[in-house]
């Protein structure tokens, strides 16, 4: 049978690597309801706490009143709405940019982005632990691929400096989605410098959480656009809402608005999704005591965990893994958690290499100390569980 898909399902279930869909009853929230059952939740994306925020949809119900739920069709036809246009603007100005591009989602910005840059003339060289999308963006490229070891500066020069390609192109996470540490975006540049490269980094979990006023890693680190030439951050994480966005130079983006597919042959988001990010970025830079609450929580998390004997990977941002190494046991694990009325999910391959599976905790500046706590607490009776010794 060519297309015998119940043996490949099978087999996944068989490798405890099966995946199904549950259905939220409640907004996003730490409290949520859960196919019909109320959880305490840490596995959240919304880190600032802005995705059921009452602004926001006020906002967002303001602009559907005003134009509609759909945008009816892509930005370059008359899909591009007064509100994308001051949302590109805005996103600009607040990372520190000429200009930026919305997209629809994160992934298809990363394909757009890559595939508009490069084909078989180029390379492009990406860490190791990269996001699936970035990694496919590569892919379909058609450029050299080349996956450089995690955060490794020499293995990556030592790449560049083999290569002869037309153009050169750095992609990095800015947070990494599943270890939760960070590029270091100084030494990243460096290199793009000295080889004649560009560098991309994709700011998907850092946009809103890090740096003074929340613009991200670039922030944090110090990095323009000089030396961040292509900066990709999402928005529907740290700002609430949804969609993606591209950045940096004006050319850049008049470039990719005439050569990135998953630009012009997709619909555009909603103009109400636009209006309520403008919303979001409004509080993100003139509320900094969710960034400041949320860092306490972190920094109560790891002493926490540290102190239970956890196996934390070495993060400073709201991911919070913690490393199991069996998938068996750390669906296990998150299914004893569930009992006692937390979720956090468990994270298996191919997500991340074999023999890494963890509990990916995910903190947002909606938790209380007291949900922290109760965290913690449901951890070390796991600790204590010969089970999972």
């Not at 740290?238 to 619909?267: C, Q």
Request: hydrophobic share 40%; proline share 3%; charged share 20%.
């Amino acid at each position: 049978m060519p297309f015998d898909l119940r043996s490949d399902l099978d087999q996944r279930r068989a490798d405890n690597l099966y995946r199904a869909t549950q259905v939220a009853n409640s907004p996003q929230a730490p409290v949520m309801t859960i196919n019909g059952a109320e959880y305490l939740t840490f596995c959240s994306n919304d880190y600032l706490g802005l995705a059921n925020h009452p602004e926001l949809i006020k906002v967002f119900q303001a602009a559907a009143n005003e134009y509609g739920v759909g945008s009816g069709a892509a930005h370059l036809v008359n899909g591009h709405s007064y509100y994308h246009q001051k949302l590109e603007e805005a996103l600009a100005e607040f990372t520190g940019r000429e200009a930026a591009l919305l997209f629809s989602t994160g992934y298809m910005a990363n394909l757009g982005v890559v595939t508009a840059l490069l084909d078989k003339q180029d390379a492009v060289f990406e860490d190791k632990w990269n996001h699936a999308s970035l990694l496919d963006a590569g892919l379909l490229s058609g450029a050299r691929f080349q996956r450089y070891l995690h955060n490794d500066i020499q293995n990556l020069s030592s790449r560049l400096t083999r290569s002869e390609a037309r153009r050169k192109l750095i992609v990095t996470d800015g947070v990494f989605s599943m270890d939760g540490d960070c590029a270091d975006l100084t030494q990243l540049s460096e290199q793009a410098k000295q080889h004649d490269a560009w560098l991309m980094v994709d700011d998907a979990h850092g946009l809103g959480v890090l740096g003074e006023n929340g613009a991200g890693l670039c922030e944090a680190q110090q990095q323009t656009q000089e030396g961040v030439q292509i900066l990709m951050g999402t928005l529907g994480k740290g700002l609430g809402t949804a969609g993606a966005f591209v950045a940096g130079s004006k050319e850049l983006i008049e470039y990719l608005t005439n050569f990135a597919r998953p630009y012009i042959y997709t619909t555009a988001m909603p103009a109400a999704i636009a209006a309520a990010t403008l919303a979001s970025l409004h509080i993100v830079k003139n509320e900094p005591e969710r960034r400041e609450h949320l860092q306490n929580l972190i920094k109560r998390f790891k002493h926490g965990a540290q102190q239970l004997g956890l196996n934390l990977m070495p993060s400073d941002t709201s991911i919070q893994p913690i490393l199991v190494g069996d998938a068996q046991v750390a669906l296990k694990m998150s299914e004893a958690l569930r009992q006692q009325g937390i979720v956090v999910t468990a994270i298996r391959p191919p997500t991340v290499p074999a023999g890494t599976a963890r509990l990916r905790v995910t903190l947002s500046a909606a938790h209380s100390f007291q949900q922290l706590d109760q965290l913690l607490q449901a951890l070390d009776q796991l600790n204590k569980n010969p089970e999972f010794q």
